[in-house]
């Protein structure tokens, strides 16, 4: 098993931990916040990043955190996709934009890297 007591050691989720503040934030203003469905749905996204770290780290096998792992890579895609909508309609400015897609990147590197330390672990 990984070697973390807790999940907030993980420094993914740290830092999906700000990614998502920043997510909401960044929707909770201008046009972002009329639109319901949508603000719901990236932060949604954002949250599940997190949110699946914890889970896995929870399940206490390799095997199980490394699947919940994997979902929180997808939850991390999900919400690259959703940003580029908010930027296609303007919800969000480029600079917005460029800084929750590198954390997003950032993130899913860390991630993957946990995912592949956890099956050479076998």
Known sequence: MATFKRFEDIVAW???RVLAKVVYQVSGNGPFDKDYDFRRQ??????????????GQGRRTDKDFAHFLNISLGSVA??????????????????DF??????????GRMVFSLVSHLRLDK
Do not use: F, G, P, W
């Open 42 to 55: 990236i932060r949604r996204s954002s949250i599940s990043v997190m949110a699946n770290i914890a889970e």
């Open 78 to 95: 999900e919400t690259k996709s959703h940003l580029y909508l908010a930027l296609d309609l303007e919800y969000v400015c480029q600079e």
């Open 14 to 16: 740290q830092k999906s």
């Open 98 to 107: 460029d800084r929750i897609y590198e954390m997003l990147d950032e993130i």
